[in-house]
């Protein structure tokens, strides 16, 4: 399929995200003998990109394996470019059918009238780049493992989409010497303040906790209660922002909303978290739970309500992100991979690892 029109392609199975658990279920697909498509809005594990330049990951390297292959790494714990590296080398070395830079805006369910059983799907795609997909897929299954990364939580105050102001964390070092402010009371966040600290800007952490978050990595928060204590690290606890400008963020105290604080920013970062979109599995007619946004799929095989749709990794977590990481998002994939050989494997055998 080329990256204008539609040629009508089919395969068994369209993957909806290549992050490593896209990726996984890919390699699961291909040695159980189904043929696959994998498909991503940008690169391969778009969301390890998008991580701290000089990210170490907070987990062991044998926890972010995929496929069997090793991830060798030179100390226990790998960086962002260490695991950028291995990924891209797993899809070249496994020849997976990936089209990156291919937009999925909609799956629908073609059922056939007279066996609702029979369920086909309809992927559509767009090119997000010239050398991507756009067109019409036909699959028998689909299985959504597109995360959460590209859908941060919004403070939905006036001026959030101005140029100073990102949803995500890149380095410190352009912003030495200059006043930032870090919105967050999470591990990122702090993570982000700290990280600026050491490279000389002029860091204000805002939150409207009291406190930062009980969830904070135990070996961050002491370094950054220091830092608070001795005033290398600014500190607004109990304050929300009302709005940004031009060079500007305004804040208010909780228990006082209408005195406003206008904090000088060259940039800031507003690091509040991540949650599962959902409009294509329900639009596809997948249920999710309309309190905490999570998918309702088996909890064996991550199969929703609709026969042959599934929702594996942090893509089936709705707003709990947090419950979610690479090493127990490959077990959703196993589960979902396990099932679909079942139904649909030349010899209808379970996939193993």
Known sequence: MTSRGSTGQTCDVVIVG?????????????????????????????????????????TTSERLEVGGHPLVTTADKPTRKEALDYYRKVVANEELNIRTFSR??????????????????????????????????????????????????????????????????????????????????????????????????????????????????????????????????????????????????VLSPLDDPQSEEALPADQVFVLTGYSAPTWLIEGAGAQVDPETRKAQVDRDTYETNVP?????????????????FVENGLVHARGAMADLARKLGPQRQTVTR
């Not at 490593?20 to 043929?35: F, H, W, Y």
């Not at 056939?112 to 369920?119: I, L, R, V």
């Open 18 to 58: 290549a992050g490593p658990i896209g990726i996984e279920c890919a390699i699961l697909a291909k040695r159980s003998g189904l043929s696959h498509l994998l498909l991503d809005q940008g690169p391969v594990v778009a969301a390890i990109a998008r991580y701290p330049v000089y990210m170490l990951f907070f």
């Open 104 to 249: 999925v805006t909609a799956v629908a369910p073609l059922r056939d009238a007279q066996e609702d059983h029979d369920t086909r799907f309809a992927v559509t795609a767009e090119a997000a780049a010239r050398s991507g997909l756009t067109g019409t897929v036909t699959a028998k299954a689909v299985v959504v493992a597109t995360g959460y990364f590209d859908n941060p939580n919004l403070l939905g105050v006036p001026g959030e989409d101005m140029p100073h102001v990102s949803h995500y964390y890149t380095e410190a070092h352009p912003y030495f010497g200059r006043p930032i402010v870090v919105v967050g009371g999470g591990s990122s966040a702090a993570d982000a303040a700290l990280d600026l600290y050491r490279a000389g800007a002029q860091v204000t952490i805002v939150h409207r906790g009291e406190d930062m978050k009980r969830t904070l990595k135990y070996w961050i928060r002491p370094n950054l209660e220091n830092r608070i204590k001795e005033g290398s690290i600014a500190a607004r606890f109990s304050t929300v922002v009302k709005r940004f400008e031009e060079g500007a963020v």
């Open 308 to 324: 042959n749709l599934y929702v594996v990794g942090s893509a089936a977590s709705g707003t709990k992100t947090s419950d979610i």
